[in-house]
């Protein structure tokens, strides 16, 4: 991941958010900086004496959060993470403990990281008073305090204002967790009141790229949608459908479609409230010239399983009692070659059950797709990013993987981003 140090003044004119590098001249040595992090990252949920919710699966996220983290560190701060895990409902909970995490990011550091038992509380004061320059300290699960992800701007702040007390008088934030800038919550958006602020890295390099995708972006301009329900993804493609040149379907959501068009898809995941809304995208398409590009065929499975049986089939002959759990072979082909004139490309959401060896080959041939294609490439999507490493298909074959499925697919509908913004003033 590389680390934007460019000035975040927006080509479309919005206002400057000073930088990590910023604070990095200002100089961090012996001041205590609280950084925002993104590390939720995927668990197997098998437990151990020592882990409660399993090992790690994907340290993507890890990885990504790295060069701020080192940064600071290196600079001589005295380095607070905060983070979440999971989706706790405000109080603690063993198997959402951040304790895998900070023994990962102490091996990626070379250095041990020292876990706070609470999130601000007397473990917490005590863990960061025992920060050395240069140290990094982990805060535990800052969603194991209800007030975290409060509606109540008073319960947030409440929150924020023992946050900022941690790092004390001469302290700064870095907002560093992508995956978070769409949250209103009080270690994304209402710390960022109270202390100077600072956007990261990270944040930096996903703003950049993303921009590359609303403004004067490169075309044609190519996106694949997949994953498992149109109704997440409503937003965006509106948003899509008056800037790009070829929408290509896959995934769960496809189904929708090809009812939309008048097919039966058998079993096939279909959100019947969603079709008027989906023939509403299919004749808006036509009108714009944007060309749709759904499934030809697809694999019908008798049932959803790792070893179902199934056959390929033409989209519009999909038995009653199968359901269509991938992408088949003539479609992988047509969107490849829909894919190869691209200039830009940003692929959200697998194509099939891709968690299934049997169901992953569209996702596989789409992400090949993108390795040898010579355009901008961009993968959004949680799942996306995780079926790229576990079909274990070069990161750097892409342009960019964003660490923030709902961050950027929010960015790409065009809507105000609270954690960007809290940091233009
Ligand atoms: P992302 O996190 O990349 O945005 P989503 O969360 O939207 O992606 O969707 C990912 C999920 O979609 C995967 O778990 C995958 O198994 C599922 N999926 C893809 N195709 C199908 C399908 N045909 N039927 C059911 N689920 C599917
Ligand atoms: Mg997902």
Redesign the pocket.
């Known amino acids: 991941m590389v680390t934007n140090t460019g000035s975040a003044t927006g080509e479309d004119g919005r206002p400057a958010v000073a930088t990590l590098d910023d604070l990095l001249t200002t100089g961090v040595a012996g001041r205590r900086v609280l950084v925002r992090a993104d590390l939720n990252v995927p668990l197997d949920g098998t437990p151990t004496p020592d882990l409660p919710g399993g090992r790690i699966t994907d340290d993507g996220r890890v990885r990504a959060s790295l060069p701020t983290i080192r940064a600071l560190a290196e600079a001589g701060a005295r380095v607070v993470v905060a983070a979440h895990l999971g989706r706790p409902k405000g109080t603690p909970e063993d198997r959402f403990s951040l304790a895998p995490v900070a023994s990962r990011l102490g091996e990626l550091l070379g250095a041990p990281v020292a876990l706070a038992d609470d999130v601000t509380g007397p473990s917490a004061r005590e863990t960061v008073a025992g920060l050395a320059d240069g140290q990094v300290a982990l805060l535990q699960n800052v969603r194991f305090d209800s007030r975290e992800t409060s509606k109540d701007e008073a319960e947030r702040g409440a929150l924020a204002e023992e946050l900022a007390e941690l790092v004390g008088e001469d302290g700064a934030f870095v907002s560093d967790g992508f995956g978070v800038v769409h949250r209103k919550q009080a270690s994304v958006y209402d710390v960022a009141r109270l202390l100077p602020h600072y956007a990261g890295g990270l944040v930096l390099s996903e703003l950049s790229v993303l921009r590359r995708l609303t403004t004067d972006t490169a075309r044609p301009y190519v996106v694949v949608l997949?994953?498992?329900?149109v109704s997440?993804k409503l937003g965006v493609i509106a948003n899509l459908l008056t800037r790009v040149d070829r929408l290509l379907i896959g995934?769960?959501m496809a189904y929708t479609f090809l009812k939309a068009k008048g097919y039966e898809v058998g079993q096939?995941?279909l959100q019947e409230d969603q079709l008027d809304r989906v023939r509403g995208f299919l004749a808006e398409a036509e009108e714009r010239g944007v060309e749709l590009v759904l499934p030809v065929d697809v694999l019908a499975a008798k049932e959803f399983g790792a070893d179902a049986e199934y056959q390929v089939v033409d989209a519009d002959a999909i038995p009653a009692d199968r359901q269509?759990?991938?992408i088949g072979p003539r479609t992988r082909e047509l969107f490849a070659a829909k894919l190869a004139d691209a200039a830009t490309v940003f692929w959200?959401?697998?194509?099939?059950?891709?968690?299934f060896e049997a169901f992953s080959g569209g996702t596989r041939a789409v992400a090949e797709a993108l390795v040898g294609s010579s355009a901008f490439t961009v993968v959004g999507?949680?799942?996306?990013a995780a079926a790229v490493r576990a079909l274990g298909l070069p990161e750097d074959g892409f342009s960019h993987i964003s660490t923030g499925?709902g961050a950027s697919l929010e960015f790409l509908e065009g809507k105000a981003i609270p954690g960007v913004e809290v940091l233009e003033d």
């Open positions: 997949g994953g498992a329900k997440d995934g769960g096939s995941l269509g759990l991938d959200n959401g697998p194509t099939g059950v891709f968690e999507g949680g799942d996306s499925g």
